[in-house]
């Protein structure tokens, strides 16, 4: 069975400092992988999605990047984290092949609180 | 741009089915409707989703109207580790699902 890793699952870090989360998905091959942020009390909101190696889409602009070094690895970084930084931050996975209703599936997340 | 409308919360008794419901009235014909729950602080589980038929699988079932523009998610016998926020996401094959802000189920003893 398929199953998704992501660390740390909290991490506090102070403004200006660098950023990068990592998720690694078993069990699977090319999977498209997505990162979310939810801010306390709201919604998911997809910060970017990957369809292969070296392939990252941008839903939102902002200080964060993304990267895809390997088929079953995502990394979310920044260089320099801003106070609205601060949040729940999610990587999904979902089938590449089969039927257009894959759905995603999603680890257990990291909180990143910024002082 | 909200897709889905849900109620904000809703209280189930314990051993109840609850019926939570969900319009969306401007799904287009490739869309499927999906439902995740997120039990507090933790990742969002996904439920069950569907096109047009009634889907049911060992969590819940999804009745889907013929229309297509509303639907019920229904949990059979509600326990109290059901408590969660649950999300009706309509979405197609452009990898991005919308998450909204979800109906809050308490489940009550």
């Known amino acids: 069975s398929q199953t998704i890793h992501q660390w740390p699952a909290t991490l506090v870090q102070p403004v200006g400092s660098p950023l990068s989360l990592e998720c690694t998905v078993e069990?699977?091959?090319?999977?498209?992988l997505y990162w979310y942020r939810q801010a306390a009390g709201r919604g998911l909101q997809l910060l970017f999605y990957?369809?292969?190696?070296?392939?990252i889409s941008s839903e939102v602009p902002q200080n964060l990047s993304a990267s895809r070094p390997q088929d079953r690895q995502f990394i979310l970084s920044s260089k320099k984290l801003l106070l609205s930084d601060s949040g729940f931050y999610l990587c999904?996975?979902?089938?590449?092949?089969?039927?257009?209703?894959?759905?995603?599936?999603f680890g257990d997340g990291t909180r990143l609180s910024i002082l | 741009d909200a897709k889905t409308t849900q109620p904000p919360s809703m209280d189930c008794a314990e051993g109840r089915a609850a019926n939570l419901p969900c319009n969306h009235s401007?799904?287009?014909?490739?869309?499927?409707v999906y439902w995740y729950r997120q039990i507090h602080s933790q990742g969002p589980q996904y439920i069950i989703h569907?096109?047009?038929n009634n889907e049911t699988n060992e969590m819940a079932s999804l009745i889907i109207t013929e229309d297509r523009k509303s639907s019920t998610l229904i949990l059979p016998h509600a326990t109290l580790r059901d408590t969660a926020v649950y999300y009706c996401i309509v979405g197609g094959n452009d990898y991005k699902l919308s998450f909204g802000a979800g109906t809050t189920v308490t489940v009550r003893a």
């Open positions: 569907g096109l047009k």
């Open positions: 990957s369809v292969g190696i070296g392939q």
């Open positions: 401007t799904i287009s014909g490739n869309e499927y």
């Open positions: 069990g699977t091959s090319n999977p498209n």
């Open positions: 999904a996975w979902s089938p590449a092949r089969g039927p257009s209703s894959r759905p995603q599936h």
